[in-house]
């Protein structure tokens, strides 16, 4: 392999933090890293303190995914601009630029584009739950899916060949984003021992968290705690210092960040039985 590529499909600004230590890793190591986040998670909360109104947060949730991306070390970010469908039931999932409302075969044509455009050897995404069940998580896991399976064929989408003078791209492996139930069990203990109320992402999280024995892939970053935790304060207007994740000891938030784990979901190279520790391994 010449150059190692990596890309990742996500939703909002900050959901790049579950996969930013494997992201800096693979970059300081020459990978191209690129991230595509479908919408600027517009309909978040606004952490207390911080200035921004629901028409600048766009704006400003963009601004913080730009200072997150440079201390990763990702090269290139693209926003498909629709609009943060905020939580399950909420209004905004009624509204028409929403990415709920997107047709998904038309999120999965923007991904292919970008697919064949950068020919990631790996493409990372949420799982089929969405994580904790967020309806943006689910349509770019849907739209995701789809591209990995078409990009390499030309009669998909075939104006991106025709037109834009690009080429097919098999991309070799996809991977799910994944929250071993073991972990997530911990921060709730933790959580319950400090008395606090459980949020409803983290009940939805343990819901719908994974057996410890369905993770395929342990990515130790350790040594980078740090520029992870430096990319995660670039999301001030999303760190509530009332939050759950706030009040764990900053010890134990230290080795819940030191792995980063995922479900390799599919892939068009022989890979071995055993745990990967490499997302590369088996990619010539
Ligand atoms: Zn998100």
Redesign the pocket.
């Known amino acids: 392999m010449t150059q190692k590529r990596l890309l990742g499909a996500?939703?909002?600004p900050?959901?790049e933090q579950g996969v930013s230590g494997l992201m800096h890793k693979y970059a300081r190591e020459g990978a191209e890293v690129t991230l595509i986040c479908a919408t600027r998670g517009e309909a978040g909360q606004v952490a207390p303190g911080v200035s921004a109104t629901s028409e600048t947060l766009g704006q400003v949730r963009e601004a913080e995914l730009r200072c997150a991306a440079e201390k990763i070390g990702i090269r290139n970010v693209y926003f498909l601009d629709y609009r943060d469908s905020g939580m399950l039931g909420s209004p905004e999932n009624n509204d028409p630029r929403a990415l709920w409302q997107a047709n998904v075969l038309e999120v999965a044509e923007k991904l292919t584009r970008l697919i064949r455009r950068h020919q990631p050897h790996v493409i990372l995404t949420f799982d089929p739950q969405g994580g904790y069940g967020?309806p943006?998580?689910i349509k770019v896991h849907q739209a995701a899916l789809i591209a990995y399976l078409v990009a390499d064929d030309a009669r998909v989408f075939p104006e991106h060949i025709t037109r834009e003078g690009l080429s097919p791209w098999a991309v070799s492996k996809l991977y799910w984003n994944a929250f071993p139930r073991r972990r997530i069990e911990q921060y709730v203990k933790l959580a319950q021992l400090a008395g606090l109320d459980l949020g409803v992402p983290l009940q939805e999280f343990l819901k719908r968290a994974v057996p410890d024995e369905a993770i395929t892939t342990r990515i130790d970053v350790a040594e980078f705690v740090d520029v992870k935790l430096s990319a995660l304060f670039c999301h001030a207007s999303q760190m509530d210092p009332n939050s759950i994740w706030n009040k764990i000891p900053a010890e134990m938030r230290r080795v819940a960040l030191s792995t980063e784990t995922l479900i390799r979901a599919e892939s068009r190279v022989v890979v071995a039985d055993a745990i990967e520790t490499d997302l590369f391994v088996g990619i010539e």
């Open positions: 996500y939703a909002h900050d959901d967020h943006d998580h």
